[in-house]
């Protein structure tokens, strides 16, 4: 179903069964697969593809007429969110990827080079800058930002109201203003992980790799010996982070 009010360029592959409200405009390069909902006041430009069941909320704007951006499958994109669309005029954007099942609520930013792994939530008024890349299960509190060129590891959870400006290791829970690690994500941890001795390990190399300060050399060499695929994961993120 699609409301006799929007406009549909030339060229734009929509699945017979999307709906679309009232006052939206799709542009001639944008592809929206089967099961896909758009509210009242949306724009889609540039090569967008959104992939199936995502919904859309009122006054969103994703994508400009040069961007290059895909949309994961089940993602819900909230009221008045900008993807791609807050560029200088005089740059070329790089592309925009956001995974599946992803979260993002009212006010969100994403600027060029954004790439958003699955199962991410971000909340209210959060901004990414150019080239941040989220890993995985990351959870953005309201009216943080990222600035750019970071990176934030699986399993990551950012208190409201953070400045992010350094790579934040996986499985950490990071606030402030600049954002530091406060300490692992134990409650996510749990939540994914069955075997305990898996987050013991994890926390053991917390432990020694961020126990005063950062300490890369451990990392390296925990990293090169230690068995656990999860603790093998944070500490190559930190030896070779910004950190």
């Given at each position: 179903?699609?409301?006799e009010s929007v406009t549909i360029e030339e060229?734009?592959?929509?699945?017979?069964?999307?709906?679309?409200?009232?006052?939206?405009?799709?542009?001639?390069?944008?592809?929206?697969?089967?099961?896909?909902?758009?509210?009242?006041?949306?724009?889609?430009?540039?090569?967008?593809?959104?992939?199936?069941?995502?919904?859309?909320?009122?006054?969103?704007?994703?994508?400009?007429?040069?961007?290059?951006?895909?949309?994961?499958?089940?993602?819900?994109?909230?009221?008045?969110?900008?993807?791609?669309?807050?560029?200088?005029?005089?740059?070329?954007?790089?592309?925009?990827?956001?995974?599946a099942n992803n979260f993002l609520m009212g006010y969100v930013q994403l600027l060029s080079?954004?790439?958003?792994?699955?199962?991410?939530?971000?909340?209210?008024?959060?901004?990414?800058?150019?080239?941040?890349?989220?890993?995985?299960?990351?959870?953005?509190?309201?009216?943080?930002?990222?600035?750019?060129?970071?990176?934030?590891?699986?399993?990551?959870?950012?208190?409201?109201?953070?400045?992010?400006?350094?790579?934040?290791?996986?499985?950490?829970?990071?606030?402030?203003?600049?954002?530091?690690?406060?300490?692992?994500?134990?409650?996510?941890?749990?939540?994914?992980?069955?075997?305990?001795?898996?987050?013991?390990?994890?926390?053991?190399?917390?432990?020694?790799?961020?126990?005063?300060?950062?300490?890369?050399?451990?990392?390296?060499?925990?990293?090169?010996?230690?068995?656990?695929?999860?603790?093998?994961?944070?500490?190559?993120?930190?030896?070779?982070?910004?950190?």
């Amino acid at each position: 179903m699609i409301h006799e009010s929007v406009t549909i360029e030339e060229g734009a592959k929509i699945a017979g069964d999307v709906i679309i409200g009232p006052f939206c405009f799709i542009g001639k390069d944008v592809t929206i697969e089967s099961g896909c909902t758009l509210e009242s006041n949306i724009i889609l430009k540039g090569k967008l593809h959104i992939a199936k069941d995502v919904k859309i909320f009122s006054f969103a704007i994703i994508g400009r007429e040069d961007s290059e951006i895909s949309v994961g499958e089940n993602t819900h994109i909230r009221e008045f969110t900008q993807i791609g669309s807050q560029e200088d005029e005089n740059e070329v954007p790089k592309k925009i990827t956001i995974g599946a099942n992803n979260f993002l609520m009212g006010y969100v930013q994403l600027l060029s080079g954004v790439a958003l792994g699955d199962n991410c939530i971000l909340t209210n008024a959060v901004r990414l800058y150019e080239n941040v890349k989220c890993e995985e299960r990351v959870i953005i509190g309201g009216l943080s930002s990222v600035m750019a060129n970071n990176t934030l590891g699986t399993g990551v959870m950012i208190g409201g109201a953070s400045l992010v400006s350094s790579d934040i290791p996986p499985f950490t829970l990071v606030e402030g203003n600049h954002a530091t690690v406060k300490g692992l994500n134990v409650i996510g941890l749990r939540r994914r992980l069955e075997n305990k001795d898996d987050i013991e390990e994890i926390k053991s190399a917390y432990k020694r790799i961020l126990g005063e300060s950062v300490d890369k050399e451990a990392a390296q060499e925990i990293a090169a010996a230690h068995e656990n695929e999860y603790v093998k994961r944070f500490a190559s993120f930190i030896a070779t982070s910004n950190m």
